[in-house]
């Protein structure tokens, strides 16, 4: 048994994905574009044809995530979710899992199926009508889908009949796929009948603490969507079919948002347009007029008080010993509407931007094409992928190398600025010169600089990331942070030293300057602290 386990780790050692190209002798292995499963330069017509007529392509982010081949319909309102949108959404949910354990949030994962019995307690299993999916067993014992888990976490909790006052607050949430029968699936990721969220529900031992805990959350929100660079507006909102006594949403403002807000520009009150009378024109904060606009929900808050809790008897132990109802509140987030709405927001017509810190790959480096002048310098930029790995340690696994070099460099930096790397580096002609520099596009901003190879490596020191590499090696994940005055010194004292005539693109006059530049690099807006 001994030697067989020996053998089966030798093998295990020796096993390389075929998705790497192995680099130098000990160095780190090349993850390379030509392996990758990402069908893309789809023309609009192709596009057209995969979501049935030119009426279902209803908006920019459904349009570009099909062109690039992000996403891929499986059937009315459910898409394939292809490995560049797994990777955003997997670092999507790791600064989700930061900001929500920042907060004492315990991540749990409760059943898809849910049974009617808990619903039909609520009455929701009839108020949701068609919107719930609905099945039965080979019992004849009645499910939903559930698009949502407050009867299922409360009757969990219920269940618990020694709590007490000390233990609380429990913060529990999850991040599952959630379904719903929508009547009319329409933009993509951003409605449609099966969609993943994350969805929070807390309990506290008073009102006091429950409302204390509700404005945790909601702080907890507004740095998630800072973090990514999303401008965003909190809206008092309508509690619907959830219930409750109080409730927000998080919109992110687009012409093509469903939701219409008003918004006072004097004390800053908003509010989804549903929750004011309809001949409502002055703000009911101070009386100022109100402007209308649109968004996209991308986050939901509700203060459920003991809605639920009393109807499963979600008990503990207070101060006194005596029985007490615990106090709810329920917290969601659209994981891949969000990514879907950031698209929508952040990008141009033609191509893919996403938040820095959501990118699939950050850096994308394109050698030069096969037979070229410039031919020699593939050696050189299979060498920067290698230093750059092993001296940028957040950046393993976020590296990708565009070995398709039978297309020109021009061809590969269009498909590369369609997909939306954050950084794209190109080795050409003057790669050959001695010492060698490479281009550096910033995509998220389109500047352009020459660096030589200490130079790239210490400018990719500065990115921030969401590290990705302990779901193969299973240690924690971090978030590399850094200052922009250390990005604007450097990149500062690189160009001055190495190639005063660096070429840049449009807008280079704010290449350093202040908000342009963070955005390239953090998807941050505002100056630094």
Known sequence: MTGLLTRCSHQLCRYVPRRFYPGGPGRVKRLVL??????????????????????????????????????????????????????????????????????????????????????????????MGKELLRLRDRHGKEYCLGPTHEEAVTALVASQKTLSYKQLPFLLYQVTRKFRDEPRPRFGL?????????????????AEAARHTYSLVCDAYCSLFSRLGLRFVKVQADVGSIGGTLSHEFQLPVDVGEDRLAVCANCHFSANMETLASSQQSCPACQGPLTETRGIEVGHTFYLGTK?????????????????????????????????AAIEVLSPEDCIRWPSLL??????????????????????????????????PQLRGELLLDDRTHLTIGNRLKDANKLGYPFVIIAGRRALEDPSHFEVWCQNTGEVVFLTREGVVGFLNTVQVVNLISLWTGHAATCHSFHIALVET????????????????????????????????????????
């Open 34 to 127: 030509s392996r990758l499963f990402q069908p893309q330069n789809l023309r609009v017509d192709q596009v057209l044809s995969l979501e049935g007529t030119s009426g279902d392509l209803t908006c920019k982010s459904q349009r570009l995530m099909l062109q690039v081949g992000l996403i891929h319909p499986a059937s009315p309102g459910c898409y394939h979710l292809l490995p560049y949108t797994v990777r955003a959404m997997e670092k999507l949910v790791r600064v989700i899992d930061q900001e929500m354990q920042a907060i004492g949030g315990q991540k749990v994962n409760m059943p898809s199926l849910s049974s009617a019995e808990l619903w039909q307690a609520t009455s929701r299993w009839d108020l």
């Open 490 to 529: 450097s990149l500062r004292r690189q160009r001055a030293k190495e190639d005063p005539s660096s070429r840049l693109g449009p807008g280079a006059s704010h290449f350093l300057s202040w908000p342009s530049f963070p955005r390239c690099i953090t998807g941050e807006a505002g100056p630094p602290a």
């Open 190 to 206: 951003l409605r449609g009948r099966e969609f993943y969220m994350k969805d929070m529900y807390t309990f506290d031992s008073s």
């Open 359 to 392: 990118a699939p790959y950050q850096v994308c480096l394109i050698p030069p094409k096969k037979g070229s002048k410039e031919e020699a310098a593939a050696a050189l930029m299979g060498s920067l992928y290698d230093d750059i790995a092993e001296a940028v």
């Open 308 to 340: 639920y809790s009393s109807i499963f008897n979600a008990q503990f132990a207070n101060v006194h010993g005596k029985p007490s109802l615990a106090e709810m509140g329920c917290y969601g987030l659209g994981v891949t509407r969000i990514l879907a």
